[in-house]
């Protein structure tokens, strides 16, 4: 898809963050917002795989990301990575509020400790790392915050009770925001995925039973994959969305 992807002269140079951005979907934000010519950093705890991205890309390209090793659940580190990344790499104007984790779990077997474990990684992170940029944005005169939701919610997903919760927050987090930071010309919308194919949905949740399953309720009878989401985001983040603020925009093939 890469030669079908728009480039966005607004985006080259910017300063992008995104959360997760060494692994499945977060990688491809990573390869694309990079393609864009933008100044990119992610944070990850993934360290192989971060490492192998930098890599891959100062291969493609001559330059690498800026790849920050943090565990957003420790919301000290995840803020002070911020700002560390703005002072090295100037005012953050682009957030992707990408990582999360999607384990299963039966309703029955959840405890306090296990659901403010999954808040503390699902949705606590979202809102922290917005505070922590939307002043840098402010100093930029403007920004874009983008949300990942989850089609889970839509299709009320079981034994993901904790997670969809905290996906089904989100939607509420993005237009509270999006009202207190308009008036800074920060924009904030959730992208919603679908069903999308990474590693590991593959290796994990999804067989071919389930992936036919899924395409037989999509419209598009195609596999959704991490490029698919990519695009939206580009957009997003870009001067061409300029007018767009508090909304959801489902990149699913029609599943929900």
């Not at 910017?14 to 499945?24: A, E, N, Q, R, Y």
């Not at 192989?48 to 090793?69: D, M, N, W």
Request: with cysteine; charged share 20%.
């Amino acid at each position: 898809m890469d030669n079908l992807v728009a480039q966005y002269p607004s985006l080259e140079g910017k300063v992008v963050l995104i959360t997760g951005g060494g692994s499945g979907i977060g990688a491809e934000m990573t390869r694309a917002f990079h393609r864009q010519g933008a100044r990119v950093a992610f944070i990850d705890i993934n360290d192989a795989a971060s490492q192998a991205l930098v890599e891959e890309l100062k291969t493609e390209t001559g330059r690498g990301p800026c790849y920050r090793p943090c565990d957003i659940r420790d919301i000290s580190a995840l803020q002070a990575a911020i700002t560390e990344l703005g002072e090295a790499l100037g005012p953050i104007q682009v957030l992707v509020n990408n990582a999360a984790n999607d384990d299963r779990h039966h309703w029955e077997e959840v405890d306090v400790a296990y659901w403010d474990e999954r808040m503390s990684l699902n949705l606590r992170p979202m809102f922290f790392a917005a505070q922590a940029v939307a002043q840098q944005m402010i100093a930029a005169s403007g920004g874009s915050i983008i949300n990942f939701g989850s089609v889970s919610v839509r299709m009320a997903h079981g034994e993901l009770s904790a997670y969809v919760t905290a996906k089904a927050a989100i939607h509420g987090l993005t237009r509270s925001l999006a009202r207190d930071l308009g008036v800074h010309n920060i924009r904030v919308n959730t992208l919603v995925p679908g069903a999308v194919m990474t590693e590991r949905q593959l290796q994990r949740w999804i067989g071919p039973q389930e992936e036919a399953g899924i395409q037989a309720r999509q419209c598009l009878k195609i596999r959704l994959e991490p490029q698919h989401v990519a695009p939206l985001a580009l957009f997003l983040a870009s001067s061409d969305s300029v007018a767009i603020t508090a909304q959801e925009l489902p990149v699913d093939g029609g599943w929900a």
